[in-house]
């Protein structure tokens, strides 16, 4: 009833104690025993570092009841709100309140974190630890895939019997793989599918190879047997010694130099063939092309030696000596050895039909022999008779003429008459001229004395002092000028 009584009296603020509004010493106990029942914990482990914050909440969750909730909070609220003049001694009452769970919370907090970061650093360590182990595996994985990657690289068809015993060496490690052991295995089911990739190209780029090789060996060959067909085939329009042409076939069939591919033994002995048959058609054309020069040659002598007795049949006293040079040239030739025999048969039987046809001719001979030297020298009479002189009675000159002794010998009647008049005709021109040169002598004189005069007094004139450089110059010239036009006229005058 008493307490019924009380919470019926009306609240009278001016006789409320300010230790009273908030209940301070309830508070007050409450947090002492809230501290004593959360100590201050030594992190060690983990589980003490779970104990620390649990207490450490506890401390946090006290304090800030105080600020933000229950009824301690409704109670400020109002107080402040109502009471305005006791709002420096709650605060105060608060802070202080505050404080007895703070500092041990402060302190706790601080070795919380300290251990939180050892914690960090020990994961740090170990997380270094794995990345270095698991790069570790991987960059041995990068080897051991780089080895064999180039081991496929290194590949050719030489070496494709142990290329895959070199792979199956290399594909192998003593690093512990653990848990990334199927990424070697990735990579190996990778590489190999390479290395086989890369045998199958080699093999058929072998293939390839040896196809287009023996293409290329079947053309060359083929090139061969043409350009040796060619040579056989030119022997003839480009005739050259036997032995050259052979040269020339086994330079063609040559496989030392000039080729970049290789000859393998059955290319090598079918070129070797192909090699004697061309050199055989070479024989065999020569033969042929010699056999045809020998009949042809034969032939050739039974033609001149019938042109030859037939030319003998018509020599005269008139061409005797002519055909006489022209038998000499014929038995002078130089022939092939295989009609050397037929050859000097016919030299023998046109030298006796030479020598009897000269002896039929002997008297006729000698009478026109004698003839000709009396009319040359009849002729040599004549000319010098007009005035022709000679110094070695070979040549004649006079009247600007010239007559040479073949001239006068091999001129027939009619040529000599003409000669004579034409020389007749030289000497009266000449006669003519020297009487006109006679006649206009002491005018030519007397001209050429003029204008050499002229000249030397155009040779004596000297500028004036005053004349300039340039008309110096332009003085030079026209002087020049006038003295050679003064030996011009002198040139000509002498000429007329």
């Not at 496989?255 to 033994?265: H, K, N, R, S």
């Not at 000596?321 to 046109?350: C, H, P, R, S, T």
């Not at 026109?368 to 009396?374: A, F, G, M, P, W």
Request: hydrophobic share 35%.
């Amino acid at each position: 009833m008493k307490n019924q009584e009380n919470e019926k009296k009306e609240f009278n603020l001016m006789q409320v104690d300010n230790t009273q509004l908030v209940h301070v010493s309830e508070w007050e106990k409450k947090l002492k025993e809230l501290v004593k029942a959360n100590p201050y914990v030594k992190i060690t482990d983990k589980k003490s570092l779970a104990l620390a914050k649990e207490r450490k909440a506890n401390l946090r969750e006290a304090r800030l009841e105080l600020r933000t909730s229950g009824k301690s909070e409704s109670q400020e609220s109002m107080l402040l709100n109502k009471l305005k003049n006791i709002t420096a001694f709650v605060k105060d009452t608060i802070d202080k309140l505050v404080d007895i769970p703070k500092t041990p919370e402060d302190k706790q907090d601080i070795e919380i974190k300290r251990f939180e970061q050892v914690l960090a650093d020990l994961k740090a360590e170990e997380d270094e630890k794995e990345e270095k182990r698991t790069k570790a595996i991987r960059d041995e994985i990068d080897r051991v895939k780089l080895e064999l990657a180039t081991v496929t690289e290194n590949a050719t068809f030489k070496t494709l019997g142990s290329v895959q015993e070199a792979f199956d060496k290399v594909k192998v490690t003593d690093v512990e793989l653990m848990e990334l052991s199927f990424l070697f295995d990735e990579m190996i089911i990778e590489q190999q599918k390479i290395l086989d990739d890369k045998i199958e190209a080699v093999k058929q780029a072998e293939n390839d190879r040896l196809e287009k090789l023996s293409k290329d060996r079947e053309a060359i060959i083929n090139q061969m047997i043409v350009d040796g067909q060619e040579v056989v085939d030119g022997i003839e329009a480009n005739p050259v010694e036997e032995r050259l042409i052979k040269q020339i076939i086994s330079g063609i069939f040559q496989t030392l130099t000039g080729y970049e591919i290789e000859f393998d033994a059955d290319s090598l002995k079918k070129i070797d063939e192909e090699k004697e048959k061309a050199i055989g058609k070479v024989k065999d054309k020569f033969e042929k092309i010699h056999n045809d020069q020998v009949q042809e040659t034969k032939n050739r002598l039974v033609e001149v030696r019938e042109g030859l007795l037939d030319l003998i049949f018509q020599t005269n006293v008139s061409n005797h000596e002519d055909n006489e040079a022209v038998i000499k040239k014929a038995l002078n030739q130089e022939v092939m050895e295989d009609v050397l025999e037929d050859f000097e048969k016919m030299k023998v039987m046109v030298a006796n039909s030479w020598k009897r046809k000269m002896s039929e001719l002997s008297a006729d001979i000698e009478k026109e022999e004698k003839r000709l030297s009396d009319q040359l020298n009849d002729r040599i009479k004549t000319i010098q008779e007009l005035g022709m002189t000679t110094d070695d009675d070979q040549e004649w000159n006079g009247f600007d003429c010239k007559v040479f002794v073949d001239d006068l010998f091999n001129y027939d009647g009619h040529e000599f008459d003409g000669l004579v008049e034409e020389i007749k005709q030289a000497k009266s021109d000449d006669e003519a001229e020297q009487e006109r040169q006679t006649l206009i002598r002491p005018d030519k004189i007397t001209m050429v004395d003029a204008f050499v005069q002229v000249k030397n007094k155009i040779s004596e004139i000297e500028p004036d002092d005053f004349v300039t450089e340039g008309m110096f110059v332009h003085f030079v010239e026209l002087k020049k000028q006038l003295m050679e036009l003064c030996d011009s006229n002198i040139e000509t005058i002498n000429k007329l």
